[in-house]
């Protein structure tokens, strides 16, 4: 292999890390941008209903409702509920 092809090969190699990275930007925005949505739609549903999700849904949470629940605003209940749904959604 000459020092051109190396050289290329070297390139070629840095142009994808900086892609890479320019895609996991992207990803972070997204993700940041969703975790807002959730979190304002969290608020909302609480603060429209005053209950979590285990008593309108029956839903029992991971970590123990009721010791999650009490140390927490609702809204997080509810967050983690929303959470749930969609990796159910994309099993």
Not at 38 to 55: N, Q, R, W
Not at 56 to 67: A, E, I, S, T, V
Request: net charge negative; proline share 3%.
């Amino acid at each position: 292999m000459s020092d051109e092809d190396e050289r290329l090969s070297y390139n070629d190699r840095l142009l994808k890390i900086a892609q890479l990275r320019s895609e996991v930007g992207i990803y972070r925005c997204k993700t940041e941008r969703l975790e807002a949505i959730i979190e304002a739609a969290s608020v909302f549903v609480a603060d429209m209903t005053g209950s979590c999700p285990h008593d309108m849904h029956d839903w029992q949470h991971p970590k123990g409702c009721m010791d999650y629940c009490a140390a927490e605003p609702i809204s997080k209940c509810w967050a983690l509920w929303f959470k749930h749904l969609a990796e159910e959604a994309a099993e």
